[in-house]
T-cell receptor
Framework: SAVISQKPSRDICQRGTSLTIQCQVD?????MFWYRQQPGQSLTLIAT?????????ESGFVIDKFPISRPNLTFSTLTVSNMSPEDSSIYLC????????????FGQGTRLTVV | AQKVTQAQTEISVVEKEDVTLDCVYE???????LFWYKQPPSGELVFLIRRNSFDEQNEISGRYSWNFQKSTSSFNFTITASQVVDSAVYFC??????????????FGSGTRLQVQP
């Protein structure tokens, strides 16, 4: 199985500021994703992080608000920009291999509170 | 488009009772994967099981068992002799196998299980 390290694990941020979340996988994976979990809700896919190219965003999420980088096969970042209280959520990084076993591995999540 | 429905929002049982969490899915793909995750209050997602669409064998792991029925598009999860430590939110999820690789997971809305001592 792959181990995913995500940091920070939690943060309290002022509105209008930005936070960058880092995700490091301990083995090479093809697919990396970012999810958001609003309080009391399920997980919603934000985007697929593509290596060396722009991320693929889901409906309702835009690059200006959630810029994503993926410089190599094992690392990705998600930035939450110009934050408002509505951005308070848990953000989770996920990784999958294209071939072989189909588990989707998840980081421990970043619990973000915007005040 | 794929969809996962967990109709049970919250279930409360007394310790040692058996409990079944329901999951119904929709997909047009013939190849797909189904998952169950546990999310305790700490927030991390704990992987419980993955099942591919070609394997309809039911599975048992300790007190946990899963019933996969393609005919009814269901993948139900049963906890036998529940314990207080089983209290968590449980998510069922679906991933379709695209030609270019596996797609991201679509999650159900989750079922909050409370096991009372």
């Amino acid at each position: 199985s792959a181990v995913i390290s995500q940091k920070p694990s939690r943060d309290i941020c002022q509105r209008g500021t930005s936070l960058t979340i880092q995700c490091q996988v301990d083995s090479q994976v093809t697919m990396m994703f970012w999810y958001r979990q609003q309080p009391g809700q399920s997980l919603t896919l934000i985007a697929t992080a593509n290596q060396g190219s722009e991320a693929t965003y889901e409906s309702g999420f835009v690059i200006d608000k959630f810029p994503i980088s993926r410089p190599n096969l094992t690392f990705s970042t998600l930035t939450v920009s110009n934050m408002s209280p509505e951005d308070s959520s848990i953000y989770l990084c996920s990784a999958q291999r294209t071939a072989g076993r189909a588990e989707a591995f998840f980081g421990q999540g970043t619990r973000l509170t915007v005040v | 488009a794929q969809k996962v429905t967990q109709a049970q929002t919250e279930i409360s049982v007394v310790e040692k009772e058996d409990v079944t969490l329901d999951c119904v899915y929709e997909t047009r793909d013939t190849t797909y994967y189904l998952f169950w995750y546990k999310q305790p209050p700490s927030g991390e997602l704990v992987f419980l099981i993955r099942r591919n669409s070609f394997d309809e064998q039911n599975e048992i792991s300790g007190r946990y068992s899963w019933n996969f029925q393609k005919s009814t598009s269901s993948f139900n999860f049963t906890i036998t002799a529940s314990q207080v430590v089983d209290s968590a939110v449980y998510f069922c999820a679906l991933s379709e196998a695209a030609n270019t690789g596996r797609r991201a997971l679509t999650f159900g809305s989750g079922t909050r299980l409370q096991v009372q001592p």
